[in-house]
């Protein structure tokens, strides 16, 4: 017989003291604590759901874009920016043949990451897309009695995040030559773009994506 999930676990464990609103939790022992009070019991079961059913969609959006990566260190970088993403951003999206997904709610910023997105006649291995809402301190709001606040303006900047590893790209003299050529061209396109090397990514796959995202993140105050 399977093991109940989380969801049903909670259900189950709830029971009525008859018609009031006060509720019981059975089992809670077998789940590893012991609570104070059913406030406790409540939180600790309540809490473990909600942590099962949020991982288990991250692992779906992920098995959705999983399949996009065409070596190691693209999976990894792929992990690493979700991962950092979702530490900086209050709402993180992912796009692949133009479908979104993610967390989308309406928030005042929201990072996506689209796995092998097509940019005119290229093809990047990630584009990072950070759209927020910030203060405008050209246009400035008056109000009746003389006081003025910043405005507020949108806005969107991206970069690419490239990775080159020896094992999974040839790195011949003449490749590297047209990767400068490609870079070029598309930031004459206006996209700032990240290279990383396979050594850089295996070192430390969070701080490079960290890095990125930091930096796509503090941009939006240039414009």
């Excluded at 997105?117 to 400035?140: M, N, S, W």
């Amino acid at each position: 017989m399977p093991k109940p999930t989380w969801a049903d676990q909670f259900k189950n464990g709830l029971v009525s003291k008859g018609e009031d609103t006060q509720y019981l939790l059975r089992q809670v022992v077998e789940w590893g604590e012991t609570p104070q009070t059913e406030e406790d019991a409540l939180f600790f079961v309540g809490w473990n759901t909600l942590a099962h059913v949020y991982m288990n969609k991250a692992l779906r959006h992920l098995e959705d874009l999983i399949a996009t990566a065409e070596s190691p260190i693209e999976m990894a970088m792929l992990f690493a920016l979700c991962v950092a993403a979702h530490d900086a951003a209050s709402n993180v999206r992912y796009k692949k043949d133009s479908h979104l997904f993610g967390d989308l709610e309406d928030m005042p910023d929201v990072l996506v990451i689209e796995p092998q997105a097509q940019l005119g006649e290229y093809r990047v291995d990630f584009l990072l897309t950070y759209q927020e809402c910030i203060p405008d301190f050209d246009h400035k709001e008056r109000f009746r009695d003389g006081t003025e606040i910043p405005g507020t303006k949108d806005v969107t900047v991206h970069l690419i995040v490239e990775c080159n590893g020896h094992d999974y790209h040839d790195r011949s003299r003449e490749q590297a030559s047209r990767d400068r050529e490609r870079d070029r061209e598309l930031k004459k396109l206006g996209y700032e773009v990240f290279r990383y090397t396979g050594s850089d990514i295996w070192k430390d796959p969070l701080a490079c994506a960290t890095e990125a995202v930091e930096v796509l993140i503090k941009s939006t105050w240039k414009k």
